[in-house]
């Protein structure tokens, strides 16, 4: 998203008859960034600790304890952080519309967001429809968050014996408020990172629509440009790919071995 306001500046500089400007993105957009980054770092370490619990034979006199603690607090993590990001996006939505459309009245968290779009309160259906498909998946991950931060919470993770060797690494809740069996850690967050993409491909879909009647700025093939995304920084893409199902026609991915990471998006 960051490339949206690069180019909004880059064209308001021309029409300013500025040869020179220098570019500073809104703060939304640099929380994005950053957050995501962040995020991926989590995920990442949160990958290597699942491996020492799965690849680490388990016996009575022989337990790999700070790899399971240190998990457990990565994967806490994934889901504080994962709704900061939300919060980021809620964010940059607010940001254009403020500027081109403040009637519509866009809040900043993610969660007022879809609950005003739940009620038709946006001024602009195309929007609120495209905010309404966060149903499928963020009111659960809402309600891990809050149980994690509110209620006392604690996540534990699970092994269990793997057939083809090793174990299976879950994670499952000890609280009755919210019961859960057995889920696996990396298909749960897979299947919320899939979605989360699917959400972000809309929404830029969208803002192109909207640049062209706000900037004049026409879709074209050119409007994105390919980029090619390696280690840290493609971690949620990844995961959304890999765990999650997540295609797109334009992406592409490189599996240079089998470690996550090292691929190519």
């Not at 337990?63 to 457990?72: G, V």
């Not at 994962?82 to 993610?110: C, H, M, R, S």
């Not at 309404?132 to 699970?158: C, G, Q």
């Amino acid at each position: 998203m960051n490339m949206m306001s690069d180019a909004i500046s880059r064209r308001v500089s021309k029409q300013e008859g500025e040869r020179y400007r220098i570019v500073k993105h809104p703060k939304p957009f640099e929380s994005l960034s950053f957050n995501s980054y962040d995020l991926s770092v989590l995920l990442t370490h949160l990958d290597d600790r699942l491996r020492v619990l799965e690849e680490t034979p388990i016996t009575p006199t022989q337990f790999p304890y700070q790899a399971y603690a240190e998990a457990k607090v990565f994967l806490k993590s994934c889901y504080v952080f994962f709704l900061v990001l939300l919060d980021d996006v809620a964010g940059i939505i607010e940001y254009f519309y403020k500027k081109n459309e403040p009637t519509v009245e866009v809040k900043k968290k993610f969660s007022d967001l879809l609950g005003k779009a739940n009620k038709d309160m946006l001024l602009s259906s195309e929007l609120s429809e495209l905010i309404k498909t966060a149903n499928l998946w963020f009111p659960e991950v809402m309600r891990r968050r809050d149980d994690l931060v509110h209620k006392y919470e604690t996540l534990l993770i699970s092994l269990k014996q793997n057939p083809n060797g090793g174990n299976i690494a879950g994670q499952f809740s000890t609280k009755e408020i919210h019961a859960r069996d057995y889920e696996d850690i990396r298909d749960y967050f897979g299947f919320v990172l899939c979605e989360y993409q699917k959400f972000i491909d809309s929404l830029l879909d969208h803002f192109d629509n909207k640049f062209q009647a706000w900037y004049g700025i026409v879709r074209g093939k050119s409007s994105r440009t390919t980029s090619i995304i390696e280690g840290s920084a493609g971690i949620m893409l990844w995961w959304a790919y890999r765990y999650g199902n997540y295609r797109n026609g334009d992406l592409h991915v490189i599996e240079n071995n089998s470690e996550v990471g090292n691929e190519t998006l």
